[in-house]
C-alpha cells in the first residue's frame, strides 16, 4: 500500500521561544547557513519581557550589560536611558533586534508545542504544535526560560474570591483599574518588591500577606547621563569580555579581604558605601566571605536589618519585614524603589504569613488565622516553576521515556546544556547552568556559541546525532553539588532548589562556580574534541572528571 500521509518538511534546527534565548539561537544558525523553524507561545517576540508587563516591572541587571554582545553596531545603535531600564524598554530593545535582523521570519507565533518527539530510526525531532501541525528538525533547541512557567496559584480558598485578580507573571490590567480599591498583594519577591509601592500609591488600603521576609536593597535607578553612556559605548568590547570573565555576568568589583579582617567601623563604613551603591556589587559583594562563612554573612544581614529598623517607623512592621530565615544572597537579594518607606503609608498594612497562614478565602475576603481582611482586588505575585517548568511543558520524549521521568530523583545535565539519552537536544540556560546567578543575557549568548560549534564540529565530523554520556553527566552534577556545598546556597531552601513548587525534587537549579570559570571549562571541553559528547554513537571520551579543579 502506497503511503499517502503528508510529507512534513525537515528543517536543521527547531527553536522553541523568541525571548532573549530564541532569537540569538535563531541569529546563529542562520549565520551558519542552517534552515530554522522556531516557534513561539505569544503573539510576538519578547519572551519574558512580553509577559512581564506589572507596574514596576524592571530587570535587576543593569540594562549597558543585559542586552546582546555579538554585534557592534546594535550596541552602538541603541541607547538605553536608565541604569535599570524598564520592561517596555526591554521589550522595545528586544522588538528592534528582531527587526534589525530580520528574526521574526524565522518563528511561528501564538504556536504552543505541545510536545517533542525523538524519532530514533529517522534520527530526528517532530515538534507538535497545539493547531494539531507537526514540524521535523534535526536538532531541537529550548529557548523557552528559566522563569517563565507560573508557579501555579496554592491560595487555599482561590476559587471563592470574586472579585479582580490578577497575577504578575500574565499582567491583564492597568494600574488605574486598582484606584480606590481595597487590594491584597501575596508575595514579597522581585516582582512584589516592584509593585508594592506603585499599588501603594493608588490603592484605598493595600495589605500585603508575606511569606518569607527578603533583604531589599535601593535600586538607585537613575537616568544614564550621556557622557556615561558615550562612555561606555567607547569600552564596549572590553566591557563585554571583563562581564564574560567575571563571577556574575557583569564587570566585576573583585575583592580578596574577609568580614572580619577589618575593624568593625571599617565594615560598618564599606557597607554604607556599597548600601548607596547598591546592585549586585553592593553589600552582598563587599566581602569574599559573604557566601562562605555565617559569622560573615551575619554582618551584611545585620546591616540590613538595621536599616529596615531606621527606615519602618512601626517597630511591629519593621521585624516583619527584617529577614531572619536565610542569609543575605542566599536567595535572589531584590532591588526597589521605596519599598520599605511604603510600609509608612497610612493606608499599607502587612501580615505575616508565618505567623498567621491563609485559611481560606471567601467571595470578598482572605481569612487568615488571626483574622479576616477584606478585599476588592487581590494581586498574586507568588513566582514561577523554574528553569524545569518550561522544558517539562515540551513533553521532551524519547523511545526511552520522558525527560521529567529521566529527572523525577532531580535535575542531571551535562554542562546544563545537553542531558543523557536525548540526542540533539539542547537546552539554553538550562538547569545546572550559570543562568540562574548570572546576567542570563552573557550566559545565553555563550551557551548559544558552544551549542552551534559543536554542531558544526559533529558535522565535520560526519555525524549527525550528539549526544551526553551518563559519565560526563555526572561528572558535572558532581562538580555542581560539590560547588554549591561550599556555599551557603546549599543552607537554604528556595526557588533556585525547586521548593517553592510542592513535590519538585530538590535540586540546586545553578551553576555557581562563576560565569568566568564556566566558560573556561566550556572552551577547554571544546578545544579537547568535546570529552563526554558521543558524536554519531562514539564517544571522545565517556567522562570529564573534575574539570573545575584544573581550571582556574
Not at 554582545?69 to 530593545?93: D, K, M, N, V
Not at 529577614?323 to 521605596?338: E, I, Q, Y
Not at 552551534?452 to 564540529?457: G, R, Y
Amino acid at each position: 500500500m502506497t503511503d499517502t500521509r503528508p510529507t512534513t518538511p525537515v528543517v536543521d534546527v527547531l527553536c522553541v521561544g523568541a525571548g532573549f534565548s530564541g532569537l540569538y539561537a535563531a541569529y546563529k544558525a542562520s549565520e551558519q547557513g542552517w534552515t530554522v523553524a522556531g516557534f513561539e507561545t505569544a503573539p510576538d517576540v519578547g519572551g519574558t519581557w512580553f509577559w512581564n508587563t506589572y507596574p514596576g516591572a524592571r530587570c535587576d541587571v543593569e540594562s549597558v550589560y543585559y542586552s546582546y554582545s555579538f554585534s557592534e553596531e546594535l550596541q552602538q545603535e541603541w541607547t538605553w536611558s536608565e541604569r535599570f531600564a524598564p520592561q517596555a524598554e526591554i521589550l522595545a530593545y528586544i522588538n528592534h533586534v528582531a527587526d534589525r535582523f530580520g528574526l521574526r521570519r524565522h518563528f511561528r507565533f501564538n504556536t504552543r508545542v505541545t510536545a517533542a518527539n525523538w524519532l530514533a530510526d529517522e534520527r530526528l525531532w517532530e515538534l507538535t504544535l497545539d493547531s494539531g501541525d507537526t514540524c521535523r528538525g534535526r536538532y531541537l533547541l529550548a529557548g523557552s526560560g528559566g522563569l517563565s512557567t507560573p508557579k501555579d496559584f496554592d491560595v487555599p480558598g482561590l476559587e471563592n474570591f470574586t472579585g479582580l485578580k490578577v497575577s504578575t507573571s500574565r499582567w491583564t490590567i492597568s494600574l488605574d483599574e486598582l484606584s480606590g480599591k481595597r487590594v491584597a498583594v501575596i508575595g514579597t519577591g522581585s516582582s512584589g518588591v516592584q509593585c508594592i509601592p506603585l499599588i501603594a500609591g493608588v490603592a484605598a488600603h493595600l495589605t500585603v500577606f508575606q511569606r518569607t521576609p527578603n533583604y531589599v536593597f535601593p535600586a538607585r535607578n537613575a537616568p544614564l547621563p550621556a557622557e556615561t553612556v558615550a562612555e561606555i559605548k567607547s569600552k564596549y568590547p572590553a566591557i563585554r569580555e571583563e562581564c564574560r570573565q567575571s563571577p556574575g555576568g557583569i564587570p566585576d568589583r573583585p575583592v580578596a579581604d574577609r568580614a572580619f579582617d577589618v575593624s568593625d567601623e571599617e565594615r560598618r563604613e564599606r557597607y554604607e558605601r556599597a548600601y548607596e551603591r547598591s546592585g549586585f556589587l553592593g553589600v552582598g559583594a563587599e566581602f569574599a566571605d559573604l557566601l562562605t562563612d555565617p559569622e560573615a554573612n551575619e554582618t551584611a544581614a545585620e546591616f540590613v536589618r538595621h536599616k529596615i529598623r531606621q527606615i519602618v517607623r512601626d517597630p511591629r512592621t519593621a521585624a516583619l519585614l527584617e529577614p531572619r530565615f536565610h542569609p543575605l544572597g542566599a536567595k535572589r537579594s531584590c532591588f526597589g524603589t521605596d519599598y520599605y518607606e511604603t510600609f509608612n503609608r497610612p493606608n499599607v498594612s502587612l501580615v505575616s504569613l508565618r505567623e498567621e497562614p491563609i485559611t481560606t478565602m471567601t467571595s470578598g475576603s482572605i481569612v487568615t488565622e488571626g483574622g479576616s481582611h477584606d478585599v476588592d482586588a487581590l494581586v498574586l505575585a507568588i513566582g514561577f516553576d523554574a528553569f524545569t517548568g518550561p522544558l517539562y511543558a515540551l513533553n521532551v520524549t524519547t523511545p526511552s521515556g520522558r525527560l521529567q521521568d529521566a529527572w523525577r530523583d532531580g535535575v542531571r545535565t551535562y554542562l546544563g546544556i545537553m542531558t543523557a539519552g536525548f540526542p540533539n537536544f539542547f537546552m539554553i540556560g538550562g538547569p545546572q547552568s550559570p543562568a540562574l546567578a548570572s546576567n542570563v543575557v552573557v550566559t545565553i549568548e555563550q551557551a548559544v556559541d558552544w551549542i552551534t560549534d559543536l554542531i558544526a564540529h559533529a558535522e565535520e565530523e560526519g555525524g549527525d546525532t550528539v549526544e551526553a554520556t551518563p559519565e560526563a553527566q555526572d561528572d558535572w552534577v558532581a562538580i555542581t553539588e560539590a560547588t554549591v556545598d561550599q556555599t551557603l546556597y546549599a543552607t537554604t531552601d528556595s526557588w533556585y532548589r525547586g521548593s517553592n513548587v510542592t513535590g519538585k525534587p530538590a535540586t540546586f537549579l545553578g551553576y555557581v562556580g562563576g560565569v568566568g570559570k564556566y566558560r573556561r571549562m566550556c572552551a577547554e571541553i571544546a578545544k579537547r574534541g568535546y570529552p563526554g559528547v558521543r558524536i554519531g554513537g562514539q564517544a571522545v571520551a565517556p567522562r570529564i572528571g573534575r574539570i573545575d579543579e584544573e581550571i582556574a
